[in-house]
């Protein structure tokens, strides 16, 4: 039955390879299939925000209000899929993918809402800063619902006219559509209603019938409210893309991933040899089914999502190499190759879901306050987690259950062990961490102080994104002269702008200005800049801006994802452990966190928005690692009663520290050629996942364990010798199975 089961997934494999990758009758390529970001198939956003005091309720409803007339206007421009999406409480991102003219597109997103009350000769009777109010109530004549009109002052006055002539039906007709005795009720040149009058109207109140339901009306009502929306729209944040970068970006993302991806599937071959390829096998579904599943709930593949993808997989190969270790270590305590692996699944699989979920509550954290691309990358992340989980437990097991009832595969020496017990590639030597601790504070406070201290006395390099600022990025045919670029800049009234070379052969450049250039400013700068060097519209590649309170935003969120991941992650481990492993391990998210800032100080790398998700990453992944070295204690706990706690600690994490080590090394390697060949987005998510990693690594080795270590001698009994947990204390005498793992 498994050799069965094997054949159906093997195939399977081959044909979801060859769907993915060219199609099978009318089902097209899953690239074909899958919706791009602005930043790979180019387009706008722009990210709007409401100048209001409104609040609660008010603040939301006059939101809903806003979001429902740009999205009429969004619709008109003719462009495929555009989204219009309320974001945090008092801003509306509007991203539109194939807009060809960025300058014109904000323009029409951002002017007040135009609502007019027409009769039907197209005379104006009154607009809409004359609307008090418009509502919904129950239609007690014509049964369904009706919409409720309110006039101020000058509305009244101007109504009670409109409807004395509509109701003589003394106008001639020119509006089609709207009859003699009806009122047309216009927003953005659209007629979103025509009601008739059944009388002259004078005391400034009127109702609206026509069997409405109920949904149609609070739409009616909305559109009404917004014409007289009190509040302006400012542009917070907006950005171009051109669909050549994009194309270009995901090109190279795409080599880079697929050079990581194969480094993995070399790495795990020669690691772990027979049982290498039986994950090889599952991270051959893995991949596909990632970009299919993102396919399947409609998600947008985006530059960092692609950085999520590759990431994940470096995290589907640790559940591998969590079970990988077990079965060793199964097999070195002298059972069968084929008793091991079902051993060895089984003690393993705890172990991953307390560490994989640790990290989806980070990256759940990151999805509900990140923004644009961040959502893109925590979607993709928490998706590929998932799967890992299934990939690892389910296909890997199958191909390893075969292997093992295989005589010529099912040996030892295939499975990474030798006939004297010792793992083919291991550490030969037991390491005494904890005597050592005092060691590895100092260093940690060394590095800690000197790198926040650079930082803040220097000063970080904050991107644009934290300081509010612009930047743009022109293709120049040539290698421009930067200072007659600078010339230009200034005499248009931008001072201490950095220009710099990009591109091949230096034939762009990117002009950053920490001055928040608003639509008009642009487009004059842009108006003296293209003729200055012979460039037409098409020369401007990209260009962003972010408004001061975007930078505001970004801080706020950053510190509140940290809070809040870490205090979820210590809820789960105070369940499934106890309260001395959760304080260690935040004790270590919080260590990894100012590791990864104090590196960004010391040496002055841009601080920018993909830094956030970096952050939230790393204490995910960070987390992943000491929940594997906890877990080991805690079993430990179990069988080495009569140990003294700094061996039972250094026994764990000689025990697991390979495995730490391989998991950063496989995803480092699938992340560092993105490093080289992704492009600047691209980098900038991945520069702190690698520096977070090896922090993470570290800190779980050095730091979390020999914290754990100080807590317990800290708050358990005078000369109690083994671990924490109630069930070495009530011990009545010692079992004959009692005693050391080594």
């Known amino acids: 039955m498994k050799k069965f089961l094997a054949i159906l997934v093997t195939v399977f494999i081959i044909l979801l390879w060859v769907v993915t990758l060219t199609g099978l009758g009318g089902l097209g390529p899953i690239m074909d299939r899958t919706k791009l970001g602005l930043d790979l198939s180019g387009g706008v956003y722009v990210v709007m925000e409401a100048q209001t005091e409104a609040t609660g309720a008010e603040l939301s409803d006059l939101m809903k209000q806003t979001q429902l007339v740009i999205e009429r206007r969004v619709n008109e421009m003719g462009l495929s899929e555009p989204i219009v999406t309320i974001e945090g409480e008092n801003r509306i991102r509007v991203e539109l993918p194939g807009a060809d003219d ?120 909305r559109q009404i409210r917004a014409g007289a929306l009190p509040a302006e729209l400012l542009e917070v944040n907006s950005s171009v893309q051109s669909a050549t970068i994009g194309i270009d970006a995901l090109k190279m993302s795409l080599i880079g991933g697929a050079i990581g991806v194969g480094l ?148 030892n020496k295939f ?21 050592r601790r005092r060691v590895y504070y100092i260093i940690t406070l060394a590095v800690l102080v000197v790198g926040l201290g650079v930082g803040f006395i220097r000063g970080f390099n904050l991107g644009i994104d934290f300081t509010g600022g612009t930047m743009m990025q022109l293709e120049m045919n040539e290698q421009a002269d930067l200072a007659a670029v600078d010339g230009v800049l200034r005499e248009n009234g931008v001072e201490n702008a950095e220009i710099i070379y990009a591109g091949e052969n230096n034939s762009q450049i990117i002009i950053r200005t920490t001055d928040s250039l608003e639509n008009e400013e642009r487009a004059a700068l842009l108006d003296a800049l293209l003729p200055a060097f012979g460039l037409e519209d098409s020369s401007v590649l990209a260009f962003e801006q972010f408004g001061p309170s975007i930078g505001d935003l970004l801080k706020k969120n950053a510190v509140r994802a940290v809070i809040l991941a870490s205090i979820g992650m210590l809820i789960y481990i105070i369940i499934r452990f106890e309260w001395k492993f959760g304080v260690a391990s935040i004790v270590g998210v919080f260590h990894d966190v100012l590791i990864l800032i104090a590196f960004y100080g010391l040496f002055h790398v841009p601080v920018n928005n993909p830094f956030i998700a970096g952050v939230l990453t790393v204490v995910g992944y960070s987390i992943n690692d000491t929940i594997v070295i906890f877990d080991r204690i805690r079993e430990n706990l179990k069988v080495m009663r009569k140990s003294k706690l700094e061996l039972l600690i250094d026994t764990s994490i000689n025990q697991t520290v390979f495995r730490s080590l391989m998991t950063s090394l496989t995803t480092v390697l699938a992340i560092v050629p993105l490093l080289i060949f992704g492009g600047d987005v691209i980098r900038q998510f991945t520069m702190p996942l690698i520096v977070g990693i090896a922090a993470g690594a570290a800190s779980s080795i050095f730091i979390c364990s020999p914290i754990y270590y100080d807590i317990c001698r800290a708050f358990d009994r005078p000369g109690y010798k083994g671990g924490s947990g109630d069930a070495a204390r009530r011990r009545k005498k010692p079992r004959p199975e009692d005693g050391a793992v080594v």
């Open 415 to 435: 499975f990474g062990v030798k006939d004297a017990g010792d793992a083919v590639i291991g550490l030969k030597k037991q390491i005494a961490f904890i005597g």
């Open 102 to 221: 960025p300058e014109e597109a904000i323009r029409n997103i951002g002017k007040t809402a135009q609502l007019r009350f027409l009769l039907a000769d197209g005379s104006l009777v009154l607009d809409g800063s004359m609307v008090k109010d418009a509502g919904v109530a129950i239609d007690q004549q014509n049964g369904g619902y009706a919409v409720t009109l309110e006039f101020d002052a000058a509305g009244t006055a101007a109504f009670a006219e409109g409807t004395k002539t509509a109701f003589a039906g003394s106008v001639t007709p020119t509006i089609p559509g709207v009859g003699v005795k009806s009122i047309a009720i216009v927003l953005d040149d659209d007629i979103v209603s025509a009601p008739n009058v059944d009388e002259p109207i004078l005391n400034g109140s009127a109702q609206i019938t026509g069997s409405f339901g109920e949904e149609e009306a609070i739409t009616l009502a």
């Open 264 to 411: 993995v599937l070399l790495l795990m071959l020669v690691v772990y040899r027979i049982m290498g390829l039986a994950a090889n096998i599952a991270l051959l579904l893995y991949i596909p089914g990632i970009f299919w599943i993102l396919n399947l709930f409609g998600g947008v593949l985006t530059l960092p999502g692609i950085a999520g993808v590759i990431l994940s997989i470096g995290m589907a190969v640790d559940a591998n190499v969590i079970i990988f270790a077990r079965i060793r270590e199964e097999i070195r305590q002298g059972k069968t190759v084929r008793v091991a692996v079902g051993a060895g699944f089984r003690r393993a699989m705890g172990t991953i879901i307390d560490s994989q979920i640790t990290t989806i509550i980070a990256a759940v954290v990151l999805y509900q306050l990140g923004t644009g691309p961040v959502r893109g990358f925590a979607m993709t992340l928490i998706i590929g987690i998932l799967l890992s989980i299934f990939t690892a437990a389910a296909i890997t097991q199958i191909y390893l259950l075969i292997a093992s009832e295989n005589r010529l595969l099912g040996t």
